[in-house]
């Protein structure tokens, strides 16, 4: 599968964006899907993920200002993010994680650019 992740940009502090991840072929319902970001010096660091069957998990740090969703019918993964502070800023990437018989195989996007301005 390949990803093209898209939707950054530069917000002021308090604002919002979304992010876009979409997926080619047409198996994506089978992946779990999660986002990531990295800031400058950081390790990557996860920031929510969502199951194939639409279950949620997030990071403490992002905890009820951001909201990941999926839509099958456009193999696309959403990470709406509300609330956004300097410490948001990140490049943040998407991972397609897909189980099989040898283990799972994970997929990652190019990266999008958040920048958030205090």
């Known amino acids: 599968v390949q990803l093209q992740a898209s939707g950054g940009g530069l917000v002021q502090a308090g604002g919002s964006l979304r992010l876009s991840c979409a997926a080619s072929?047409?198996?994506?319902?089978?992946?779990?899907m999660a986002w990531y970001r990295q800031a400058p010096g950081n390790q990557r660091e996860w920031v929510a993920s969502i199951s194939t069957g639409g279950s949620t998990n997030y990071a403490d740090s992002v905890k009820g200002r951001f909201t990941i969703s999926r839509d099958n019918a456009k193999n696309t993964v959403y990470l709406q993010m509300n609330g956004l502070k300097a410490e948001d800023t990140a490049v943040y990437y998407c991972?397609?994680?897909?189980?099989?018989?040898?283990?799972?195989?994970?997929?990652w996007g190019q990266g999008t650019l958040v920048t958030v301005s205090s």
């Open positions: 072929g047409s198996t994506f319902s089978r992946y779990s």
């Open positions: 991972k397609a994680v897909i189980a099989t018989m040898r283990g799972p195989l994970d997929y």
